[in-house]
C-alpha cells in the first residue's frame, strides 16, 4: 500500500470516523519545515543521524530503510532508553533488551549509547515529595549526568501507575522515561551544536489513531537551528506510512530475525509489563513466567490504584484471558535472561515470520 493511497483514502477515512479533518494535511506550513508527509528526505544534508533504537520491528524497520536510502552508516548512532534505568530495578522490561540492543548494533557495526532516568520507571514511579532524579547519558567520551535545576521545579508526588491515555501527562512513561531523556541528551552535548541533526524515530500511523495524525518531518523540540548554539535538529519518521507488512518484508531482506517478544507471541515489542498490555498478555506472562506480576501487584496494594485503568487488580486480569501457547522454546528460554544469546541475523533462507507477527495482541504505544 502506498503513502499516497494512505494520505488520500485511508486517513481522511479515519479522520471522519474520529471527527477530525485529515483530508489536508494539518498544517501546510512547508516553509517551517514541517510536512505531514515526507517519506524521502534529502538524507545527505545531516552531519549525524540519531535514531531512537527500541528494539523492535519499527525501529529496526528505520535503520534498515536509512541503508536502503544510501546513508552513510558512519552518519548513524543509535539510542536506547532504559526503562528500567540501571539502578537495579527489573520492574518493567524484558531482562534481555539492553543486551539485545548491543548486539543489534554490533551486527550492523553502529554505535550505540544508552541513557536513563535514574531509577528508572519504578525510581519516578514511587517519587514522593522529591524532584526528579537526574538523566544518565552515553555519549563518545563517557557517562555524564544530568542533574535537574531544582530552582525551577516544584517537589512532586507520583504513588501511581501511568495510566493508558493519548496524554502523555498521564501516560508518564513514555515522557519521563524516552521523551525528556531523548530531549535532554540532544540538549547537553556540545558536540552537536552548529551541525545538522536528524533525529528518527520509528512510529507507523496504522498503530493507532493518534499516530496516524503525526507529522513526518518537523523541527525537533530541541531545534535551536536560530538561536546561539544553531543547533538544527529535524525529527523525522521514516516509516510512519509503511504498513505492517513493509515491515517485516525489511526485517526479512536484511536477515534480522524478528525479536523476541515477536516471536513468543506479542504483537508489539514494548516493555514486558507495559500498561497496554491486554489480559492475554497478562495471563501469558502469569502462566509462562510464574511470579512475575507479584512486584506490580504489591504496588497496586500498596498504591490502592491499579496498572489498569478500569481498576481490575493484576492478578484478576491475567484470569479473564487464556495465556497463549507458547512453541518457539529457544525464544521462551531467551526471555527472562539478561544475557542476548540467540542469533539477532538469520542465515539466508533461515528466516521465519513470528508468531506474533499481524497479530493485534499485546500493547499499545511506546
Ligand atoms: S512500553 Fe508501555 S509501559 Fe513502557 S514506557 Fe511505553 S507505554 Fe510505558
Known amino acids: 500500500m502506498s503513502h499516497a493511497f494512505d494520505d488520500q483514502m485511508i486517513l481522511p477515512g479515519l479522520g471522519d470516523s474520529l471527527g477530525l479533518n485529515l483530508r489536508e494535511p494539518p498544517r501546510s506550513t512547508h516553509e517551517h519545515g514541517v510536512f505531514f508527509s515526507a517519506p524521502s528526505i534529502d538524507l545527505d544534508g545531516y552531519d549525524r543521524i540519531v535514531l531512537c533504537m527500541s528494539g523492535g520491528k519499527d525501529s529496526i524497520a528505520s535503520l534498515l530503510h536509512l541503508l536502503d536510502e544510501g546513508v552513510d552508516p558512519a552518519a548513524i ?17 524484558w531482562p534481555f533488551m539492553a543486551d ?4 543489534l548494533a554490533q551486527s550492523f557495526d553502529l554505535p550505540l549509547y544508552f541513557s536513563w532516568l535514574e531509577g528508572g520507571f519504578e525510581g519516578e514511579m514511587c517519587k514522593e515529595n522529591a524532584h526528579g532524579r537526574p538523566h544518565k547519558v552515553e555519549t563518545p567520551e ?15 508526588t507520583r504513588l501511581k501507575f501511568p495510566q493508558v491515555s493519548a496524554s502523555l501527562q498521564t501516560r508518564w512513561c513514555s515522557s519521563a522515561l524516552k521523551i525528556d531523556v531523548g530531549r535532554r541528551a540532544l540538549n547537553n552535548q556540545s558536540r552537536f551544536d552548529g551541525k545538522r541533526v536528524l533525529f528518527v524515530t520509528g512510529e507507523r500511523r496504522e498503530e493507532s489513531s493518534n499516530r496516524a495524525k503525526y507529522n513526518q518531518m518537523e523541527p525537533h523540540a530541541c531545534d535551536r537551528r536560530a538561536g546561539l548554539k544553531a543547533r538544527h535538529v529535524d525529527a523525522w519518521r521514516p516509516v510512519l506510512h509503511w504498513s505492517e507488512e513493509q515491515v517485516w518484508d525489511a526485517l526479512e531482506r536484511y536477515g534480522v530475525t524478528a525479536p523476541v517478544p515477536y516471536r513468543l507471541g506479542w504483537g508489539r515489542s514494548s516493555c514486558m509489563k507495559c500498561i497496554f498490555n491486554d489480559p492475554t498478555i497478562w495471563a501469558t506472562l502469569r502462566h509462562h513466567f510464574p511470579g512475575s506480576l507479584d512486584a506490580i501487584a504489591a504496588y497496586e496494594q500498596r498504591f490502592g490504584t491499579t496498572i489498569h485503568r478500569k481498576k481490575i487488580p493484576i492478578k484478576d486480569l491475567s484470569r479473564q484471558a487464556e495465556p497463549m501457547a507458547i512453541q518457539d522454546a529457544e525464544a521462551l528460554d531467551q526471555a527472562m535472561r539478561t544475557e542476548y544469546t540467540l542469533p539477532v541475523r538469520s542465515e539466508p533462507g533461515a528466516w521465519g515470520l513470528p508468531k506474533g507477527a499481524y497479530s493485534r495482541s499485546g500493547c499499545g504505544p511506546s
Open 77 to 93: 548512532e543509535l539510542w536506547h532508553h532504559d526503562v528500567d534505568g540501571r539502578e537495579g530495578s527489573t520492574l518493567m522490561d
Open 100 to 103: 539485545y540492543n548491543r548486539k
Open 142 to 156: 563517557g557517562l555524564i549526568t544530568l542533574e535537574r535545576d531544582t530552582r525551577r521545579s516544584k517537589p512532586g
